[in-house]
């Protein structure tokens, strides 16, 4: 497909969350901001041209109606050690291997939130054998964010 630099067709995702202050908070550390509100719906930007929107829904468990995106970046490595830096000063950082969560992790996290701890899973960052250089992170919503980059050959 030729890219025609129309911007009138595309696909936008839009993630359910339970709090719109919080899930616009934590955009931000990705480089989101605010360009709409309403009630109960947020519009972000994210330049030069990424948008994402976020519907408030009451009922939304993270444990079960999560969803994912993927934000495609030029530089993956400086933010996920800006949002790493970022998360452990608030004392909040989950770290995590780039595999994913073993059952023993799995675990350990769920029983920490249970206890009332306010966590940010973020995974290490690794080159894929798919040829990006990516990795996650889990907003407070549960939804994923995979940010990633083509790997130059």
């Known amino acids: 497909m030729t ?3 129309d911007d009138r067709e595309r696909a ?17 550390r990705l480089g989101f901001e605010v360009g709409s ?23 939304h468990d993270p444990h079960v109606t999560a969803g994912s995106i993927y934000l495609r970046v030029t530089d993956p490595q400086a933010l996920h050690d800006s ?15 780039a595999s994913g969560l073993t059952p023993e992790l799995t675990t350990e996290l769920r029983a920490r939130i249970a206890a009332g701890e306010r966590l ?23 939804n994923a964010v995979r940010v990633g980059q083509v790997i130059d050959a």
């Open 3 to 5: 890219d025609t630099g």
């Open 12 to 28: 936008v995702p839009i993630l359910t969350v339970l709090d719109l202050d919080e899930a616009a908070g934590f955009y931000a």
């Open 37 to 59: 509100r309403y009630d109960d719906y947020v519009i972000l930007h994210r330049r030069p041209s990424t948008e994402l929107h976020l519907a408030r829904f009451p009922e």
């Open 83 to 97: 949002l790493r830096a970022e998360l452990a000063r608030e004392g909040v950082l989950y770290p995590a291997p």
């Open 120 to 142: 940010v899973r973020l995974h290490e960052i690794e080159d894929k054998p798919w040829g990006m250089r990516e990795f996650t992170v889990v907003d407070p919503a549960g």
